[in-house]
């Protein structure tokens, strides 16, 4: 008879929050929206990598190389669900599990400066911003700057600020800023919509 395996299952939330910190200093949240369609990954854990929190850590931390996280969260991450899946292969160690560790990952912006700002209109009730997206005429400017792969010599970055996905062989249209800042199209049109600057350098779309 083989030994008892956990199936293990881990589902990723990203989305983004906007904060603004008012006049006294506190923060305000002012939308929260997702990146991404939900992710989904499945591990099969056997039952020799749970009889300790330390060889299981080793173990998620291997299989988590695969997933687009942070280092810090990743191992964060690993910690968390070591701890459980030992605590439960060892109460019943017999039996197989499947279990779900269900990850939000938040992604911030963090509005600096003056909140009375020329991109932004304070509405009469406290905590309350209304953003100023971009022009329909700045727009249609920047689709002419559609490209479908990226330049190696391009100084941005591998992975879309706003989605957290790759821009490397990626098959999405890619739009590159007058900032020089690339994203997938459909990132950065809707970024711009609900507010008009760049994710990355605050750099203002013109018309």
Request: charged share 25%.
């Amino acid at each position: 008879m083989s030994p008892p395996f956990f199936v293990l299952e881990v589902r990723i939330h990203r989305f983004c929050r906007k904060l603004l910190r008012n006049l006294q200093g506190d923060l305000i949240e002012i939308g929260t929206r997702p990146l991404a369609p939900t992710s989904a990954f499945l591990f099969q854990i056997h039952s020799y990598d749970l009889f300790s929190e330390q060889p299981c850590k080793s173990r998620l931390d291997y299989l988590f190389s695969s997933l687009n996280l942070d280092e810090t969260l990743r191992d964060f991450l690993a910690c968390s669900v070591a701890c459980f899946l030992v605590f439960i292969a060892n109460k019943q160690p017999f039996l197989g599990r499947h279990v779900v560790a269900d990850t939000d990952v938040a992604l911030e912006y963090l509005i600096a400066g003056d909140p009375i700002d020329r991109t932004m209109i304070i509405d009469d009730e406290p905590g309350e911003v209304v953003a100023r997206g971009a022009s329909i005429s700045a727009l249609n400017k920047l689709k002419k700057q559609r490209s479908f792969t990226k330049s190696s010599s391009d100084g941005d970055g591998d992975d879309c600020v706003i989605c957290l996905e790759g821009l490397s062989g990626s098959r999405e249209a890619l739009t590159k800023m007058t900032c020089n800042h690339i994203f997938h199209e459909r990132c950065i049109f809707g970024w711009l919509k609900i507010r008009n600057s760049c994710p990355t350098c605050r750099w203002e779309l013109e018309d």
